[in-house]
């Protein structure tokens, strides 16, 4: 059972930057292919990001490419998100999730991944 906490939200400026961390326990780190997935008040929860348990390969949705980062230390534990040029479209609760079993076609479906955070509010002012 893996036990994932979320940390580094908060409220920015358009324009502004943020990173987001995922630390995880109960489980080896890098047994692991991480996800961050959104949800904005009335909406579905969204993929964002997603990287192999390598850290080798990453993958984004078309809306936050080129100023998102997904990065994981598999020493330590965190999976991160770098958020850059932030929009006030990109207000959502942050998750991060973990699948242990990588399926291609499925990885930005939230139903790729077993374990769940409780989310961290992300806030973009106009």
């Known amino acids: 059972q893996v036990h994932l906490v979320e940390s580094g939200g908060g409220l920015v400026q358009a324009g502004g930057s943020l990173r987001l961390s995922c630390a995880a326990s109960?489980?080896?780190?890098?047994?692991?292919?991480m996800g961050w997935f959104r949800q904005a008040p009335g909406k579905e929860r969204e993929f964002v990001a997603a990287?192999?348990?390598?850290?080798?390969?990453?993958y984004y949705t078309d809306s936050v490419k080129g100023r998102f980062t997904i990065s994981r230390d598999n020493a330590k534990n965190p999976l991160y998100l770098q958020m850059n040029s932030l929009k006030p479209e990109d207000t959502a609760v942050y998750y991060c999730?973990?699948?242990?079993?990588?399926?291609?076609?499925?990885?930005?479906?939230?139903?790729?991944?077993?374990?769940w955070g409780q989310g961290t509010q992300v806030t973009v002012s106009s």
């Open positions: 109960g489980g080896t780190f890098s047994n692991y292919d």
């Open positions: 999730a973990a699948s242990p079993f990588w399926d291609s076609s499925r990885y930005y479906y939230a139903t790729n991944y077993n374990y």
């Open positions: 990287i192999r348990w390598s850290g080798t390969r990453t």
